[in-house]
């Protein structure tokens, strides 16, 4: 139960819940491809939920899954009360879709594009809006192909809310973005959450997963394994500080649970300062990281060496 949730989101609906999804691909010379393996998921309405892992991890397989796009071999996926694969028209309204894929346009103009999205949907929002709010402003009479990478990213991105959809999917949608694009990509998401849309997003970026998600999924190999908010996901095994300093044989490092009493103890109660002293705890790119190197380890090595024994007992816990 992730209770960094505000209570309304604690009683939200489920708006998506994914049970033993399963999918494989025909490969060319025969034999097939697993790239969504017995996955579960359940994202609540209004949260916004990140879908992390390595490349070819089956993110964005689940994530056409979700959209209706793919129909999975086995399982079952609930989209806003719907079989996404099987939905009428009318489920198409109600989500929007940011693609891994730059749009490619033609020659139409950036309102001209989004005004002729905007009348296929019931209640879209208003085009010098969306314009604005993805920081195309004085952009609309411009054509599309004359747009930097990071003006058509931000133009998928405008695609996809132009029709005020309840969920919205982001695959890897600030690719491309400069720092600056991404700030203020951010602060479009967290509107659009505080609205109430639900947000599936996927990211090789872990800090805009931090900066972003209510909870995050682990994704590798097609599995998921771990869950949780960006504070907890990984369990305290993965979240013990390390005490880093510099003394006369060089820079020393040690991971405990009591970085104050180790820190006491080297300082002489606060007599000495030793040199470069640092608490570090593991940031959620080291979390991450662990968490796909210690099933990858687990996978490749029959004879796991003694301090791989020690990290994978240590993740464990937080494994599905
Ligand atoms: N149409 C397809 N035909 C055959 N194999 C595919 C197809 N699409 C994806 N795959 C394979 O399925 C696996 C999962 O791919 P997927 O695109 O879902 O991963 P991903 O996690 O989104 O990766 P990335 O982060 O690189 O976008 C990969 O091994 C990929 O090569």
Redesign the pocket.
């Known amino acids: 139960m992730n209770t960094s949730l505000s209570p309304g989101q604690r009683q939200a609906p489920d708006a998506i819940t994914v049970r033993g999804l399963n999918k494989t ?1 025909g490969l060319p010379k025969g034999g097939t ?1 697993t ?1 969504v393996d017995q996955l579960d998921l359940t994202i609540r309405a209004g949260e916004t939920y990140a879908l992390l ?1 390595p ?7 689940t994530i056409e899954i979700l959209e209706g796009h793919r129909k999975p071999d086995s399982g079952e996926v609930m989209v806003l009360g719907t079989r996404p694969w099987k939905a009428a028209p009318s489920f198409r309204a109600r989500i929007g879709i940011v693609l ?1 894929e730059a749009t490619d346009s033609g020659e139409l103009r950036v309102s001209e594009a989004l005004r002729s999205l905007a009348s296929c949907f019931p209640a879209p929002r208003p085009v010098d809006d969306v314009i604005e709010a993805v920081g195309l402003g004085g952009k609309g009479g411009v054509r599309i192909s004359t747009l930097s990478g990071g003006q058509r990213r931000r133009l998928d991105v405008a695609l996809g809310i132009i029709g005020n959809p309840e969920v919205l999917f982001l695959d890897e949608p600030t690719t491309g973005f400069d720092p600056e694009a991404r700030r203020q990509f951010w602060d479009l998401i967290r509107q659009l959450s505080s609205g109430g849309t639900t947000i599936v997003l ?1 990211t090789h970026y872990l800090d805009e997963a931090e900066q972003l998600a209510d909870r995050i999924g682990v994704i590798n190999h097609g599995r998921l394994i771990a869950e949780g908010s960006p504070q907890e996901i990984g369990g305290p095994g993965l979240r013990v500080p390390r005490v880093r300093w510099r003394d006369a044989s060089g820079l020393r490092e040690v991971v405990t649970e009591q970085p104050a009493s180790l820190v006491a103890s080297l300082s002489d109660g606060g007599a000495i300062e030793p040199a470069e002293l640092a608490v570090v705890r593991p940031s959620l790119e080291d979390i991450y990281l662990q968490l796909i190197g210690a099933v990858d380890g687990a996978e490749n090595s029959a004879e796991p060496s003694a301090a791989r024994s020690t990290e994978a007992s240590s993740v464990s816990g937080a494994l599905r």
């Open positions: 691909y491809l790239a892992g490349n070819g991890a089956g993110k964005s397989t891994q996927t």
